[in-house]
C-alpha cells in the first residue's frame, strides 16, 4: 500500500512511471551542479531494468514524480543494505519529501532484518546532510569519500532495546546534535558514533563503533553496559587485552551473563555464567589476533562480538581491530625498466607500528632474480614513524621478485619476530611474467602491465609503473538478468598465469551465489604492445536450466581528447571540456570504438559488434548475451580489446577496430556542430543551417549568426523544448562570391563561436584552345592552363589577371637543383622523377565533374598514361584542375583509371606547384606573428594549417587547403624557387581509387582557418 503524507504518496516503482522518472531527472539537473544531461524514458527502463534495486521507491505528487529513492544490498561491505540514489524535483525541496523516502527506505531495511543502511553524499551537500542525520546517519570521517551509515535498524532490532522503543517515538525523541561535518569521537584509534534519546518515559544513549559497525556501548536509566580496549591497532600474535563493564543504577540486583567465542582471525572464549551485578562489575579477557590481510576500510573489520543479557534479555556488543604487525614493509622500483647485470637499487620502506623507537634487524634471502649486496640491515625507526631503505642489487633476470623477509625487533622490553613478503617487478623488454602481492594480482609483458585490486577485482592496465592512477580499468563482471553485482566483492576460487609467445593471459574464477552453480572465469590477456583481449568464460555446474543468461562488463577511464561514432559521425570531444561518459546519449552511438589521448597518452577501446554498449553514470558498459544455459553447458563472450598506446591516431585506431586495412583521415565533427546544409549556394537563397550537439543534453541558448560581418539571424531555444538539433532558414542576399559566416551561441555559461564559407557560383566558365594547343578555362576570376606537349600539369594559373605560378613555358630548363623544370602544378606518383614523366603520353581536356551535392564543376583534366616506366606500367591517371563559375576557389584531385595491375596501397601521390608569377621577394607565408619571407634563404618548413601566402603586388591572399587524408604540407623556399608539397597515402575514395580533393583560395580578406577548412566538405 503506498504511504500518503502532504498530499505525496510513496509509491513502488514500476514500467509506466518511467517517462514520469526521466522528467523528474531532467528538471533536477540544477540540484546536481547544473549538469545538462537529460534522461529519456527508455534509459530509464533499461537502467531500472538492470539495476540492483531491491525496492525503488519514487514519491508522487498527484500523477507527477516529484522523488526518488532506491535500496539495494550495500556490495563494499556486509551487513548493509544502501540507498544508492535520492533525488527530490528542486520545486518540491522543503516539503519534506527527502525525509518521507529516506524513512521508507528504513522501514524496508528493519523489515527485512538488516542492521544498517549506508548511502553516499558529496562534502557541499549541506542541504541534504542535516536531514540524512536526524534521520540516523552518521557521517564517517574520511578523505577518499563522503560515506553515512545509519545503525537505527540495529537500534530498534535489538532485544534490550525494543521495549523502550515501544514507549517513544526514535525519530522525535532523539536528543543528539547535529552539525555539517563529520561525526565520530575518536579516542585510542577508535571513532564512536552516539545516539542519545530523551522522553518522559526514558533516556537512553548507544554508541557505535565504526570498524565493527556494532554497539560498544548501552545506557539507560537502569544500566549501563560497555565492551571497551585501550587501543584500536594490535600487534598480531600477540596478547591483549579488552574489558567488559556493567552498571547497575538500580536499588535492585541485576541478572547479568556474558559468552563470546573465537571468530575469523580473533581467538579469545568468554563464558561469564550467571552473575549477580549490585553495582558495578568490570571483567577483562584477553585475546590474540592470528595473522592475515590488512583490514580494509571499506569493508568491516576483525572484532571482539560478545552477546550479554540483563535479567535474561540478550544484546550483542562488538569493537573492533586493527590488527597490525609490528612493522610495515613495502617496496618500490623507481625505473620503468629494469637493466641486467648493471648496479641499481630498489627501495624499501619501513613503518614502525610500535609506540616505542625501535630497532629493526632486517634479513633478506637469497633469490636468483637478483644478487643483494647486503642480506641483512640494521635500521632505527621512531616511535611510530618511518624510513626508506635504498638495498643496493644487480638484476640478473627479469621477473616478480617477492622475497619474504624475515624481521626481528630489538626494544628494552622483549624482542619480537615475523616475516612479511615485499614485492617488486623488474620489467624488461619482452619479458612476460605475473606475481601476487598483498593487495594485488600482476601481470607484465614489456613495458605493459595489468594489476587486478583484490579488494574489487578492479583490473587496471598501464604503461608507467609510477603513475598512480590507471590509464583504463575493467570493473568487475556482472551476471544476469537481472544483473547482480556481487563479484567486486567475492575472492576467486583460483587464480592462475600462462604465458605463450606474445601474450601473457591471467585467469580468475569466480563462482555465483545468485546463481547457483554458474562460474565465471575472467580471461585477461596481455600483449607486449600494450593491447588487452578481455572476455568471460561461464560454465553451468547447476542441475538448474538459466534462461537469458547475459554478462554486463563496465569499464572506467578518464577521458581527454575523445573521439566517439555518434550518428554516423566521429564526434570529437576535447580536453577542455571533459567528456563523461554519462555525456554520452546511448542512442546516437552507432560505431563500437573509441578512442581518448589524456596526457601524452592514447586509448583505444573496441568492443564486439553484436553487443550493446552504453554509458551508465561514470562508467561504460558492455553488454553481451550469452542466452540459455543447460546443466553442464559452457560458453564464452567475445573479446573487449583495450590499446594502451598502441596507436597514436584516432583513425589508426578506428581502421584496427572495423578490422579495415586502409586507414583514411577521419572526418571530425565537433561536440557542439553549426553547419550550412548547402554550402554553394545561389546569389539570391535561402540556406539553412543545422545546430546539433552530441552531447547528452538539450540545446538550451541563443544563436546569432553573420555574414560578412552583418548580422542576418538571431534565434533561442530552450531546454523544454528538448531538442538536440535544430534548423533554422534564413533569407541572404549575397553580393560576393564567398561569404564570410560567423555564429555565436551563448548558452548558460558558455559560448562557442562557429566559422564558415558560403560559395555562390554566378555567371558561366570558357574555355577554349589557343595556336599552341594550350587548353585554358577562365571562370570569370581564375585563369588555367595547361598543354600536353609541355608539361603534364598545369603551367598557368591567374587570378584577376595576374600569375600566381612560376614557370618556364614554353621551354624547361634546369632550376636550383630541379632539372628538368617546368614550374606550375602536377600529381605524379612519388619516386617518379620529371625526366620519366616525359616519357609517358600526356593528354589535355576540358573537364566537367559533379561534386557529392550534385554541383557541376568545370575546368582541366590531365590524363597520364604510363607505357615506358617499368614499375607504373599501364597505370593510367587523372588530374583534375576545377571551378565554380566567378568563384576564386580552385579545387584539384587524382584519379586512377587504370591500375595496370599494380597494387597501388600504400603508395602516396604528390601534389606539387611553384608558387611566383613575380620577383620571388615579393612573396611571404603570413603564420599568426610570424612572417616567413621568400627568396631571401633556403628554408624548408612545413605549411601551418592557420598560414597563408601574401603577395606584395597582388591584393588577394592565398589559403592552402590540405585534404583529409594530405600529410603536413611541406614549403621549401629558397633564392630561386617556392615550391609547395602535398602528399596523400592510398585513396579516399577507394571505390573509384580517387584522392580527397585539395583546394586553392584566393580571397582579399584575412579568414580564419576553421572558416576556409570547411571547404573539406566539399567532396566529388
Not at 537481472?482 to 567475492?490: A, C, G, I, S, V
Amino acid at each position: 500500500m503506498p504511504s500518503v503524507k502532504n498530499g505525496i504518496q510513496i509509491v513502488s516503482y514500476h514500467e509506466g512511471l518511467a517517462a514520469g522518472v526521466a522528467k523528474m531527472w531532467n528538471l533536477s539537473r540544477d540540484s546536481w551542479g547544473g549538469d545538462t544531461r537529460v534522461m529519456t524514458e527508455e534509459q530509464v527502463k533499461t537502467k531500472e531494468a538492470n539495476s540492483e534495486n531491491i525496492e525503488l521507491y519514487l514519491a508522487l505528487d498527484e500523477n507527477e514524480v516529484v522523488g526518488y529513492c532506491g535500496l539495494s544490498e550495500y556490495k563494499e561491505d556486509t551487513g548493509s543494505l544502501y540507498i544508492p540514489l535520492l533525488n527530490v524535483l528542486p520545486s518540491h525541496h522543503g516539503k519534506k519529501i527527502g525525509k518521507m523516502l529516506v524513512m521508507k527506505a528504513l522501514e524496508k531495511t528493519l523489515e527485512l532484518g538488516w542492521p544498517r543502511l549506508d548511502l553516499y553524499t558529496w562534502p557541499g551537500n549541506t542541504k541534504a546532510v542535516p536531514l540524512y542525520k536526524k534521520c540516523g546517519f552518521f557521517w564517517e570521517d574520511r578523505d577518499d569519500t563522503t560515506h553515512l551509515m545509519n545503525f537505527i535498524p540495529k537500534v530498534l532490532n535489538t532485544p534490550l532495546l525494543q521495549p523502550l522503543f515501544e514507549k517513544m517515538d526514535w525519530y522525535e525523541a532523539s536528543t543528539r546534535q547535529i552539525e555539517v561535518k563529520p561525526d565520530g569521537e575518536n579516542k585510542n584509534g577508535f571513532s564512536f558514533y552516539e545516539y542519545s534519546w530523551s522522553s518522559p518515559e526514558a533516556n537512553v544513549r548507544v554508541q557505535f563503533e565504526r570498524t565493527s559497525r556494532g554497539i560498544t556501548l548501552i545506557e539507560t536509566d537502569d544500566f549501563l553496559v560497555q565492551l571497551s580496549m585501550d587501543n584500536h591497532e594490535v600487534i598480531e600474535e600477540l596478547e591483549h587485552t579488552y574489558q567488559l563493564t556493567i552498571v547497575n543504577k538500580t536499588d535492585s540486583p541485576m541478572s547479568f551473563q556474558a559468552t563470546g567465542t573465537k571468530n575469523a582471525r580473533v581467538e579469545y572464549q568468554l563464558h561469564t555464567g550467571q552473575l549477580t551485578v549490585e553495582k558495578e562489575v568490570t571483567l577483562s579477557n584477553t585475546f590474540k589476533v592470528r595473522k592475515g590481510e590488512e583490514p580494509s576500510v571499506w569493508r568491516t573489520h576483525p572484532s571482539i562480538q560478545v552477546t550479554v543479557e540483563i535479567n535474561g534479555v540478550p544484546c550483542d556488543l562488538n569493537i573492533g581491530i586493527s590488527p597490525i604487525q609490528p612493522a610495515k614493509l613495502e617496496a618500490f622500483n623507481e625505473g620503468n625498466f629494469s637493466f641486467l647485470n648493471t648496479k641499481s637499487e630498489f627501495y624499501l620502506e619501513l613503518k614502525n607500528n610500535l609506540s616505542v623507537e625501535t630497532e629493526f634487524v632486517l634479513t633478506i634471502p637469497e633469490n636468483d632474480l637478483v644478487s643483494l649486496q647486503h642480506t641483512s640491515y640494521e635500521v632505527t625507526v621512531p616511535a611510530k614513524g618511518r624510513i626508506t631503505l635504498p638495498l643496493p642489487i644487480i638484476v640478473r633476470k627479469h621477473g616478480f621478485y617477492d622475497p619474504i623477509i624475515h624481521v626481528q625487533t630489538k626494544t628494552s622490553n622483549h624482542i619480537l619476530t615475523f616475516e612479511q613478503q615485499i614485492s617488486v617487478a623488474f620489467k624488461g623488454a619482452g619479458k612476460k611474467f605475473g606475481g601476487e602481492s598483498k593487495l594485488y594480482w600482476h601481470v607484465y609483458n614489456g613495458q605493459s602491465q595489468l594489476n587486478i585490486r583484490k579488494l574489487d577485482l578492479n583490473v587496471q592496465l598501464k604503461k608507467d609503473a609510477r603513475r598512480k592512477q590507471p590509464s583504463f580499468a575493467f570493473l568487475a563482471p556482472k551476471l544476469g538478468k537481472p544483473y547482480t553485482n556481487e563479484f567486486n566483492k567475492k575472492k576467486p576460487t583460483s587464480v592462475t598465469w600462462d604465458t605463450d609467445d606474445s601474450s601473457i593471459i591471467i585467469k580468475f574464477v569466480l563462482q555465483s551465489s545468485d546463481f547457483p552453480g554458474i562460474y565465471l572465469t575472467e580471461c585477461l590477456q596481455l600483449f607486449g604492445d600494450g593491447i588487452v583481449h578481455q572476455w568471460v568464460e561461464i560454465e553451468n555446474a547447476h542441475p538448474t536450466t538459466y534462461q537469458n543468461i547475459a554478462i554486463s562488463q563496465p569499464i572506467y577511464q578518464e577521458l581527454g581528447n575523445t573521439y566517439f561514432p555518434l550518428d554516423q559521425r566521429v564526434v570529437f570531444f576535447s580536453e577542455d571540456r571533459p567528456l563523461e561518459f554519462g555525456d554520452l546519449n546511448p542512442a546516437m552511438i552507432t560505431g563500437h570504438w573509441y578512442f581518448s589521448k589524456t596526457e601524452g597518452e592514447t586509448v583505444g577501446v573496441t568492443w564486439p559488434k553484436n553487443s550493446k554498449a552504453a554509458p551508465e553514470g561514470w562508467q561504460f558498459v558492455i553488454e553481451q548475451k550469452v542466452g540459455e544455459m543447460k546443466p553442464g553447458a559452457k560458453a564464452s563472450t567475445e573479446k573487449i580489446i583495450v590499446a594502451l598506446d598502441s596507436f597514436q591516431e584516432a583513425n589508426h585506431f578506428q581502421a584496427f577496430a572495423e578490422k579495415s586495412h586502409f586507414v583514411d583521415a577521419i572526418d571530425i565533427t565537433s561536440e557542439l556542430d553549426l553547419k550550412a546544409n548547402e554550402m554553394i549556394i545561389t546569389p539570391s537563397s535561402s540556406p539553412s543551417f543545422t545546430l546539433k550537439t552530441y552531447r547528452n543534453s538539450y540545446l538550451d541558448g541563443t544563436l546569432e549568426i553573420t555574414c560578412d560581418q552583418t548580422p542576418v539571424g538571431k534565434w533561442s531555444i530552450q531546454a523544454k523544448e528538448e531538442k538536440n538539433s535544430i534548423t533554422y532558414e534564413q533569407q541572404l542576399s549575397v553580393d560576393t562570391p564567398i561569404s564570410h559566416i560567423s555564429a555565436y551561441f551563448q548558452q548558460p555559461g558558455i559560448q562557442t563561436k562557429f566559422e564558415g564559407l558560403l560559395l555562390s557560383p554566378s555567371g558561366a566558365i570558357s574555355s577554349k584552345t589557343e595556336a599552341d594547343g594550350s587548353i585554358v578555362v577562365e571562370n570569370g576570376c581564375l585563369l588555367i592552363k595547361a598543354n600536353a606537349d609541355f608539361y603534364p600539369g598545369l603551367y598557368s594559373l591567374k587570378v584577376n589577371g595576374l600569375e600566381w605560378l612560376d614557370t618556364e613555358y614554353p621551354e624547361r630548363i634546369a632550376k636550383s637543383w630541379w632539372n628538368p623544370w617546368a614550374g606550375g602544378m602536377k600529381w605524379s606518383p612519388e619516386g617518379i622523377t620529371t625526366f620519366s614523366l616525359l616519357k609517358e603520353k600526356t593528354t589535355v581536356s576540358t573537364a566537367n565533374i559533379r561534386d557529392r551535392k550534385g554541383n557541376t564543376w568545370r575546368g582541366i583534366a590531365i590524363q597520364t598514361n604510363f607505357e615506358e616506366h617499368l614499375q607504373w606500367k599501364n597505370v593510367e591517371y587523372i588530374h583534375y584542375y576545377l571551378m565554380l563559375p566567378n568563384v576564386p576557389v580552385l579545387a584539384t584531385f587524382l584519379q586512377v583509371i587504370h591500375d595496370g595491375g599494380k597494387w597501388l596501397t600504400g603508395e602516396r601521390w604528390l601534389t606539387d606547384l611553384f608558387l611566383g608569377g613575380e620577383v620571388l621577394t615579393n612573396l611571404s607565408i603570413k603564420d599568426g606573428c610570424t612572417e616567413y619571407r621568400v627568396g631571401k634563404q633556403e628554408l624548408p618548413m612545413y605549411l601551418p594549417q592557420d598560414s597563408y601566402i601574401e603577395s606584395a603586388t597582388k591584393k588577394e591572399r592565398l589559403y592552402v587547403i590540405s585534404s583529409l587524408n594530405t600529410e603536413e604540407t611541406e614549403a621549401y623556399i629558397n633564392k630561386e624557387a617556392f615550391h609547395l608539397v602535398a602528399a596523400q597515402p592510398g585513396f579516399a575514395n577507394k571505390k573509384d581509387k580517387a584522392t580527397a580533393p585539395l583546394f586553392f583560395l584566393f580571397d582579399e580578406r584575412k579568414l580564419p582557418a576553421e572558416a576556409v577548412q570547411k571547404l573539406l566538405n566539399i567532396q566529388f
